[in-house]
């Protein structure tokens, strides 16, 4: 693969041939939940990465900070995650916990359940600041406060002391989002931020995000199964399929031409509100286990163009001719095959 | 009985009460307090607890006689409650009154450090064990399988000869070294499925460290089987007090235990109910109080609200 030109300024998070395999039980065989992905996050950018369920997302996402949990996983030996000239699967674990929550921090997917049901709010948030920066109890109290006040939650003074069960699924999640920017982060991983949250305020988080970015200048690597959300907020798309990358694009193009037929039938699926009424359109099939991909294209058994060459044999990720636009399929050497739907 | 031990043991029962009410004002103002004294039941095993270690302290002053002696072994001999003897007395003639007075204090003592020392130990290989897992849990579980399996008593009597004449932190030692299994099991069931909780990931996700994880994160959601064990263990411990002082190897003889003097009354007690009903009561209303404490502080650190029963 080569690098495609950078959007604007350096690259800030460079994963290389990332590879995170799970032992399953009673050695049924091994898990290849992310195999052989690389991609870069440059400074100020927001990065979708799309797939469905099983796709290796959630996986990518924790190998970032060596948080996949060992065993049964581990992230094989040749693997790169740069961040600031280090590798971070090379780091010692004390230079590692640096990192994490204070270069790179995270949010997850469930506030309901990531924040510990003991504490108040405050606590939480200024938990960062205290392993980190040593605050002390009233400075780290402050921090708490203008947090909240940042993620745009109404009296901090007073929602400060509050505890987790006190607050609805947004303000949680706003909550969780101020835990992670606490020391401001220069990269933060949004792994589907807004799943477990109702449309309005999905919106709302997002908007926040969007904010937030702009204000501290971080780049943001957002995980998602929703194309909705890539196409307002990323600058950049992602997509995986069974534990590879198989399309990079900017957002637009791959909006406009999506060249992997997994994009195209990603795009195919959504509803549209413009579009007369018919049936939605499913992509055939499910992804299928991470203990026997398919041979040759992991794609090509629900593929509506397969043919023998891919079957038999994977394609690398192509150029396209439109720049930083890849995909892993062979119909970008043989487009004329696009007509020929079987 | 004279009016200075009558005096002092309303002055105790005044001052226990006191403590309670300054503490339920304080309540009022805090969340965390307000919680604990949420049920009336608290307040009271609250009281009894004060009452009972005031009682302890100020033993000289409560007890109107000494515990040791006997007082006439020929005509005092389990004399039932009178305005002299208030609990009457027991087999070799003394006063029951005043050796419950002064039971309490090796009682309470040995249950407080006993069950304090067992439980935090326990509570410690637990979480170890398990957050850990794989070899680590394997070789801390199987020695808590051992420790299970061997008969607690003959443990101590090794102990026991060992030191010949078990003096009181060696008995507390002892005691706490062998009472920690059970917690132990029941923290590592805990700990395990805490520590896939995903405010756990987050945790590590923002740089904490394992021991800040354990103690911060994992054990304070596990407060709750913690206490109540806490609670329990001191019953058991009191128990077992009781079952080594029957068997001679606890807390020298003539010093009065709540659990020695069950042990040399129990032939005694249809003609004389009084001299073990006396220290059994003790026994129960230590063990009841703290439950009602334990439920009291489980609900100070549970932040979820749950309506009183």
Redesign the interface.
């Known amino acids: 693969m080569t690098t495609p030109p950078a959007p604007n300024g350096a690259v800030l998070l460079r994963v290389r041939d990332l590879k995170t395999y799970f032992v399953t039980e009673q050695g049924k065989g091994t898990a290849r939940a992310v195999d052989d992905v690389s991609f870069d996050l440059y400074a100020g950018e927001t990065l979708g990465i799309v797939g469905e369920s099983g796709c290796g997302k959630t996986v990518t996402s ?1 190998s970032i ?1 060596r ?1 996949i949990p060992e ?1 049964p996983g581990h992230i094989l030996p040749g693997s790169l995650i740069e961040f600031d000239g280090n590798n971070l699967l090379a780091l010692p674990l004390p230079q590692l ?6 270069q790179i ?2 949010i ?1 997917q ?1 506030p309901m ?8 709010v405050g606590d939480q948030i200024a ?2 600041a205290i ?2 920066q040593h605050l002390s109890r009233g400075a780290a109290r402050a921090r708490a406060i203008e947090m909240l006040r940042l993620v745009g939650i109404p009296d901090p003074d007073e929602r400060v002391d509050h ?1 987790p ?1 006190q607050l609805s699924g947004g303000m949680r999640q706003r909550v ?1 989002i101020a ?2 920017l606490v020391c401001h982060p220069k990269v933060l991983i949004a792994d589907e931020p807004t799943t477990a949250l109702d449309v309005t305020i999905q919106a709302q988080i997002l908007e926040l995000l969007d904010r937030l970015q702009r204000e501290l200048g971080m780049a943001v690597l957002l995980i998602t199964h929703d194309l909705g959300v890539v196409a307002g907020h990323a600058d950049r798309v992602v997509v995986m399929y069974a534990g590879r990358v198989v399309e990079t694009a900017p957002t637009d193009a791959l909006f406009a031409r999506p060249m992997h037929p997994y994009t195209e039938g990603l795009l195919a699926a959504v509803p549209r509100i413009d579009a007369p009424r018919s049936r939605l359109h499913a992509i055939p099939g499910q992804v299928p286990a991470a203990t026997a991909w398919p041979t040759g294209c992991r794609f090509h058994p629900r593929c509506p163009y397969a043919w023998e060459k891919c079957a038999a044999q994977e394609p690398p990720l192509l150029e396209t001719g439109v720049a930083g636009h890849t995909a892993r399929c062979w119909l970008v050497t043989e487009p004329e095959r696009r007509q020929a739907k079987r | 009985m004279t009016l200075g031990t009558w005096l002092a043991l309303a002055l105790a029962v005044v001052l226990a009460a006191e403590c309670v009410r300054a503490l339920r004002q304080r309540g009022l103002r805090q969340e965390r307090w307000r919680r604990f004294f949420r049920h009336r039941t608290t307040s009271w095993g609250l009281g009894i607890l004060v009452f009972l270690a005031l009682v302890a302290v100020a033993a000289p002053l409560i007890a109107p006689f000494d515990p040791n002696r006997q007082l006439d072994i020929v005509y005092l001999k389990n004399h039932p409650p009178s305005w002299t003897f208030l609990l009457g007395t027991d087999v070799l003639s003394r006063d029951v009154w005043s050796r419950a007075v002064y039971g309490a204090r090796v009682s309470l003592g040995i249950g407080a450090l006993g069950a304090l020392m067992a439980v935090s130990l326990g509570t410690l290989v637990g979480a170890i064990a398990g957050y850990y897992q794989r070899w680590v849990d394997a070789v801390l579980m199987r020695g808590v399988d051992v420790g299970l399996a061997l008969p607690r008593i003959f443990i101590l009597l090794m102990a026991v000869a060992l030191w010949d004449g078990l003096p009181f932190a060696a008995l507390v030692i002892a005691i706490g070294l062998t009472s920690w299994f059970g917690t132990s099991r029941l923290v590592r069931a805990e700990v395990m499925s805490l520590r896939e909780q995903d405010f756990v990931v987050a945790a590590r996700a923002l740089g904490a460290q394992t021991g800040r994880i354990i103690f911060r994160h994992v054990l304070p959601n596990a407060a709750a089987p913690i206490i109540v064990s806490a609670a329990l263990g001191v019953g058991n411990v009191l128990l077992l007090e009781a079952s080594l002082s029957f068997l001679g190897i606890g807390i020298k003889p003539p010093d009065p235990t709540w659990g020695n003097m069950i042990a040399d009354n129990a032939p005694s007690i249809y003609t004389a109910p009084w001299s073990t009903v006396v220290p059994g009561l003790a026994i129960s209303l230590v063990v009841m109080s703290l439950n009602a404490v334990a439920d009291g502080v489980q609900d100070a650190l549970d932040p979820r609200e749950r309506e009183p029963a």
Request: net charge neutral; proline share 6%; charged share 15%.
């Open positions: 924790l900070l948080l065993p916990r640096a990192v994490r929550g204070n921090a995270m997850f469930e359940t990531s924040l510990n049901p003991v504490f108040t938990e960062a392993i980190h505890y069960h969780m835990m992670a």
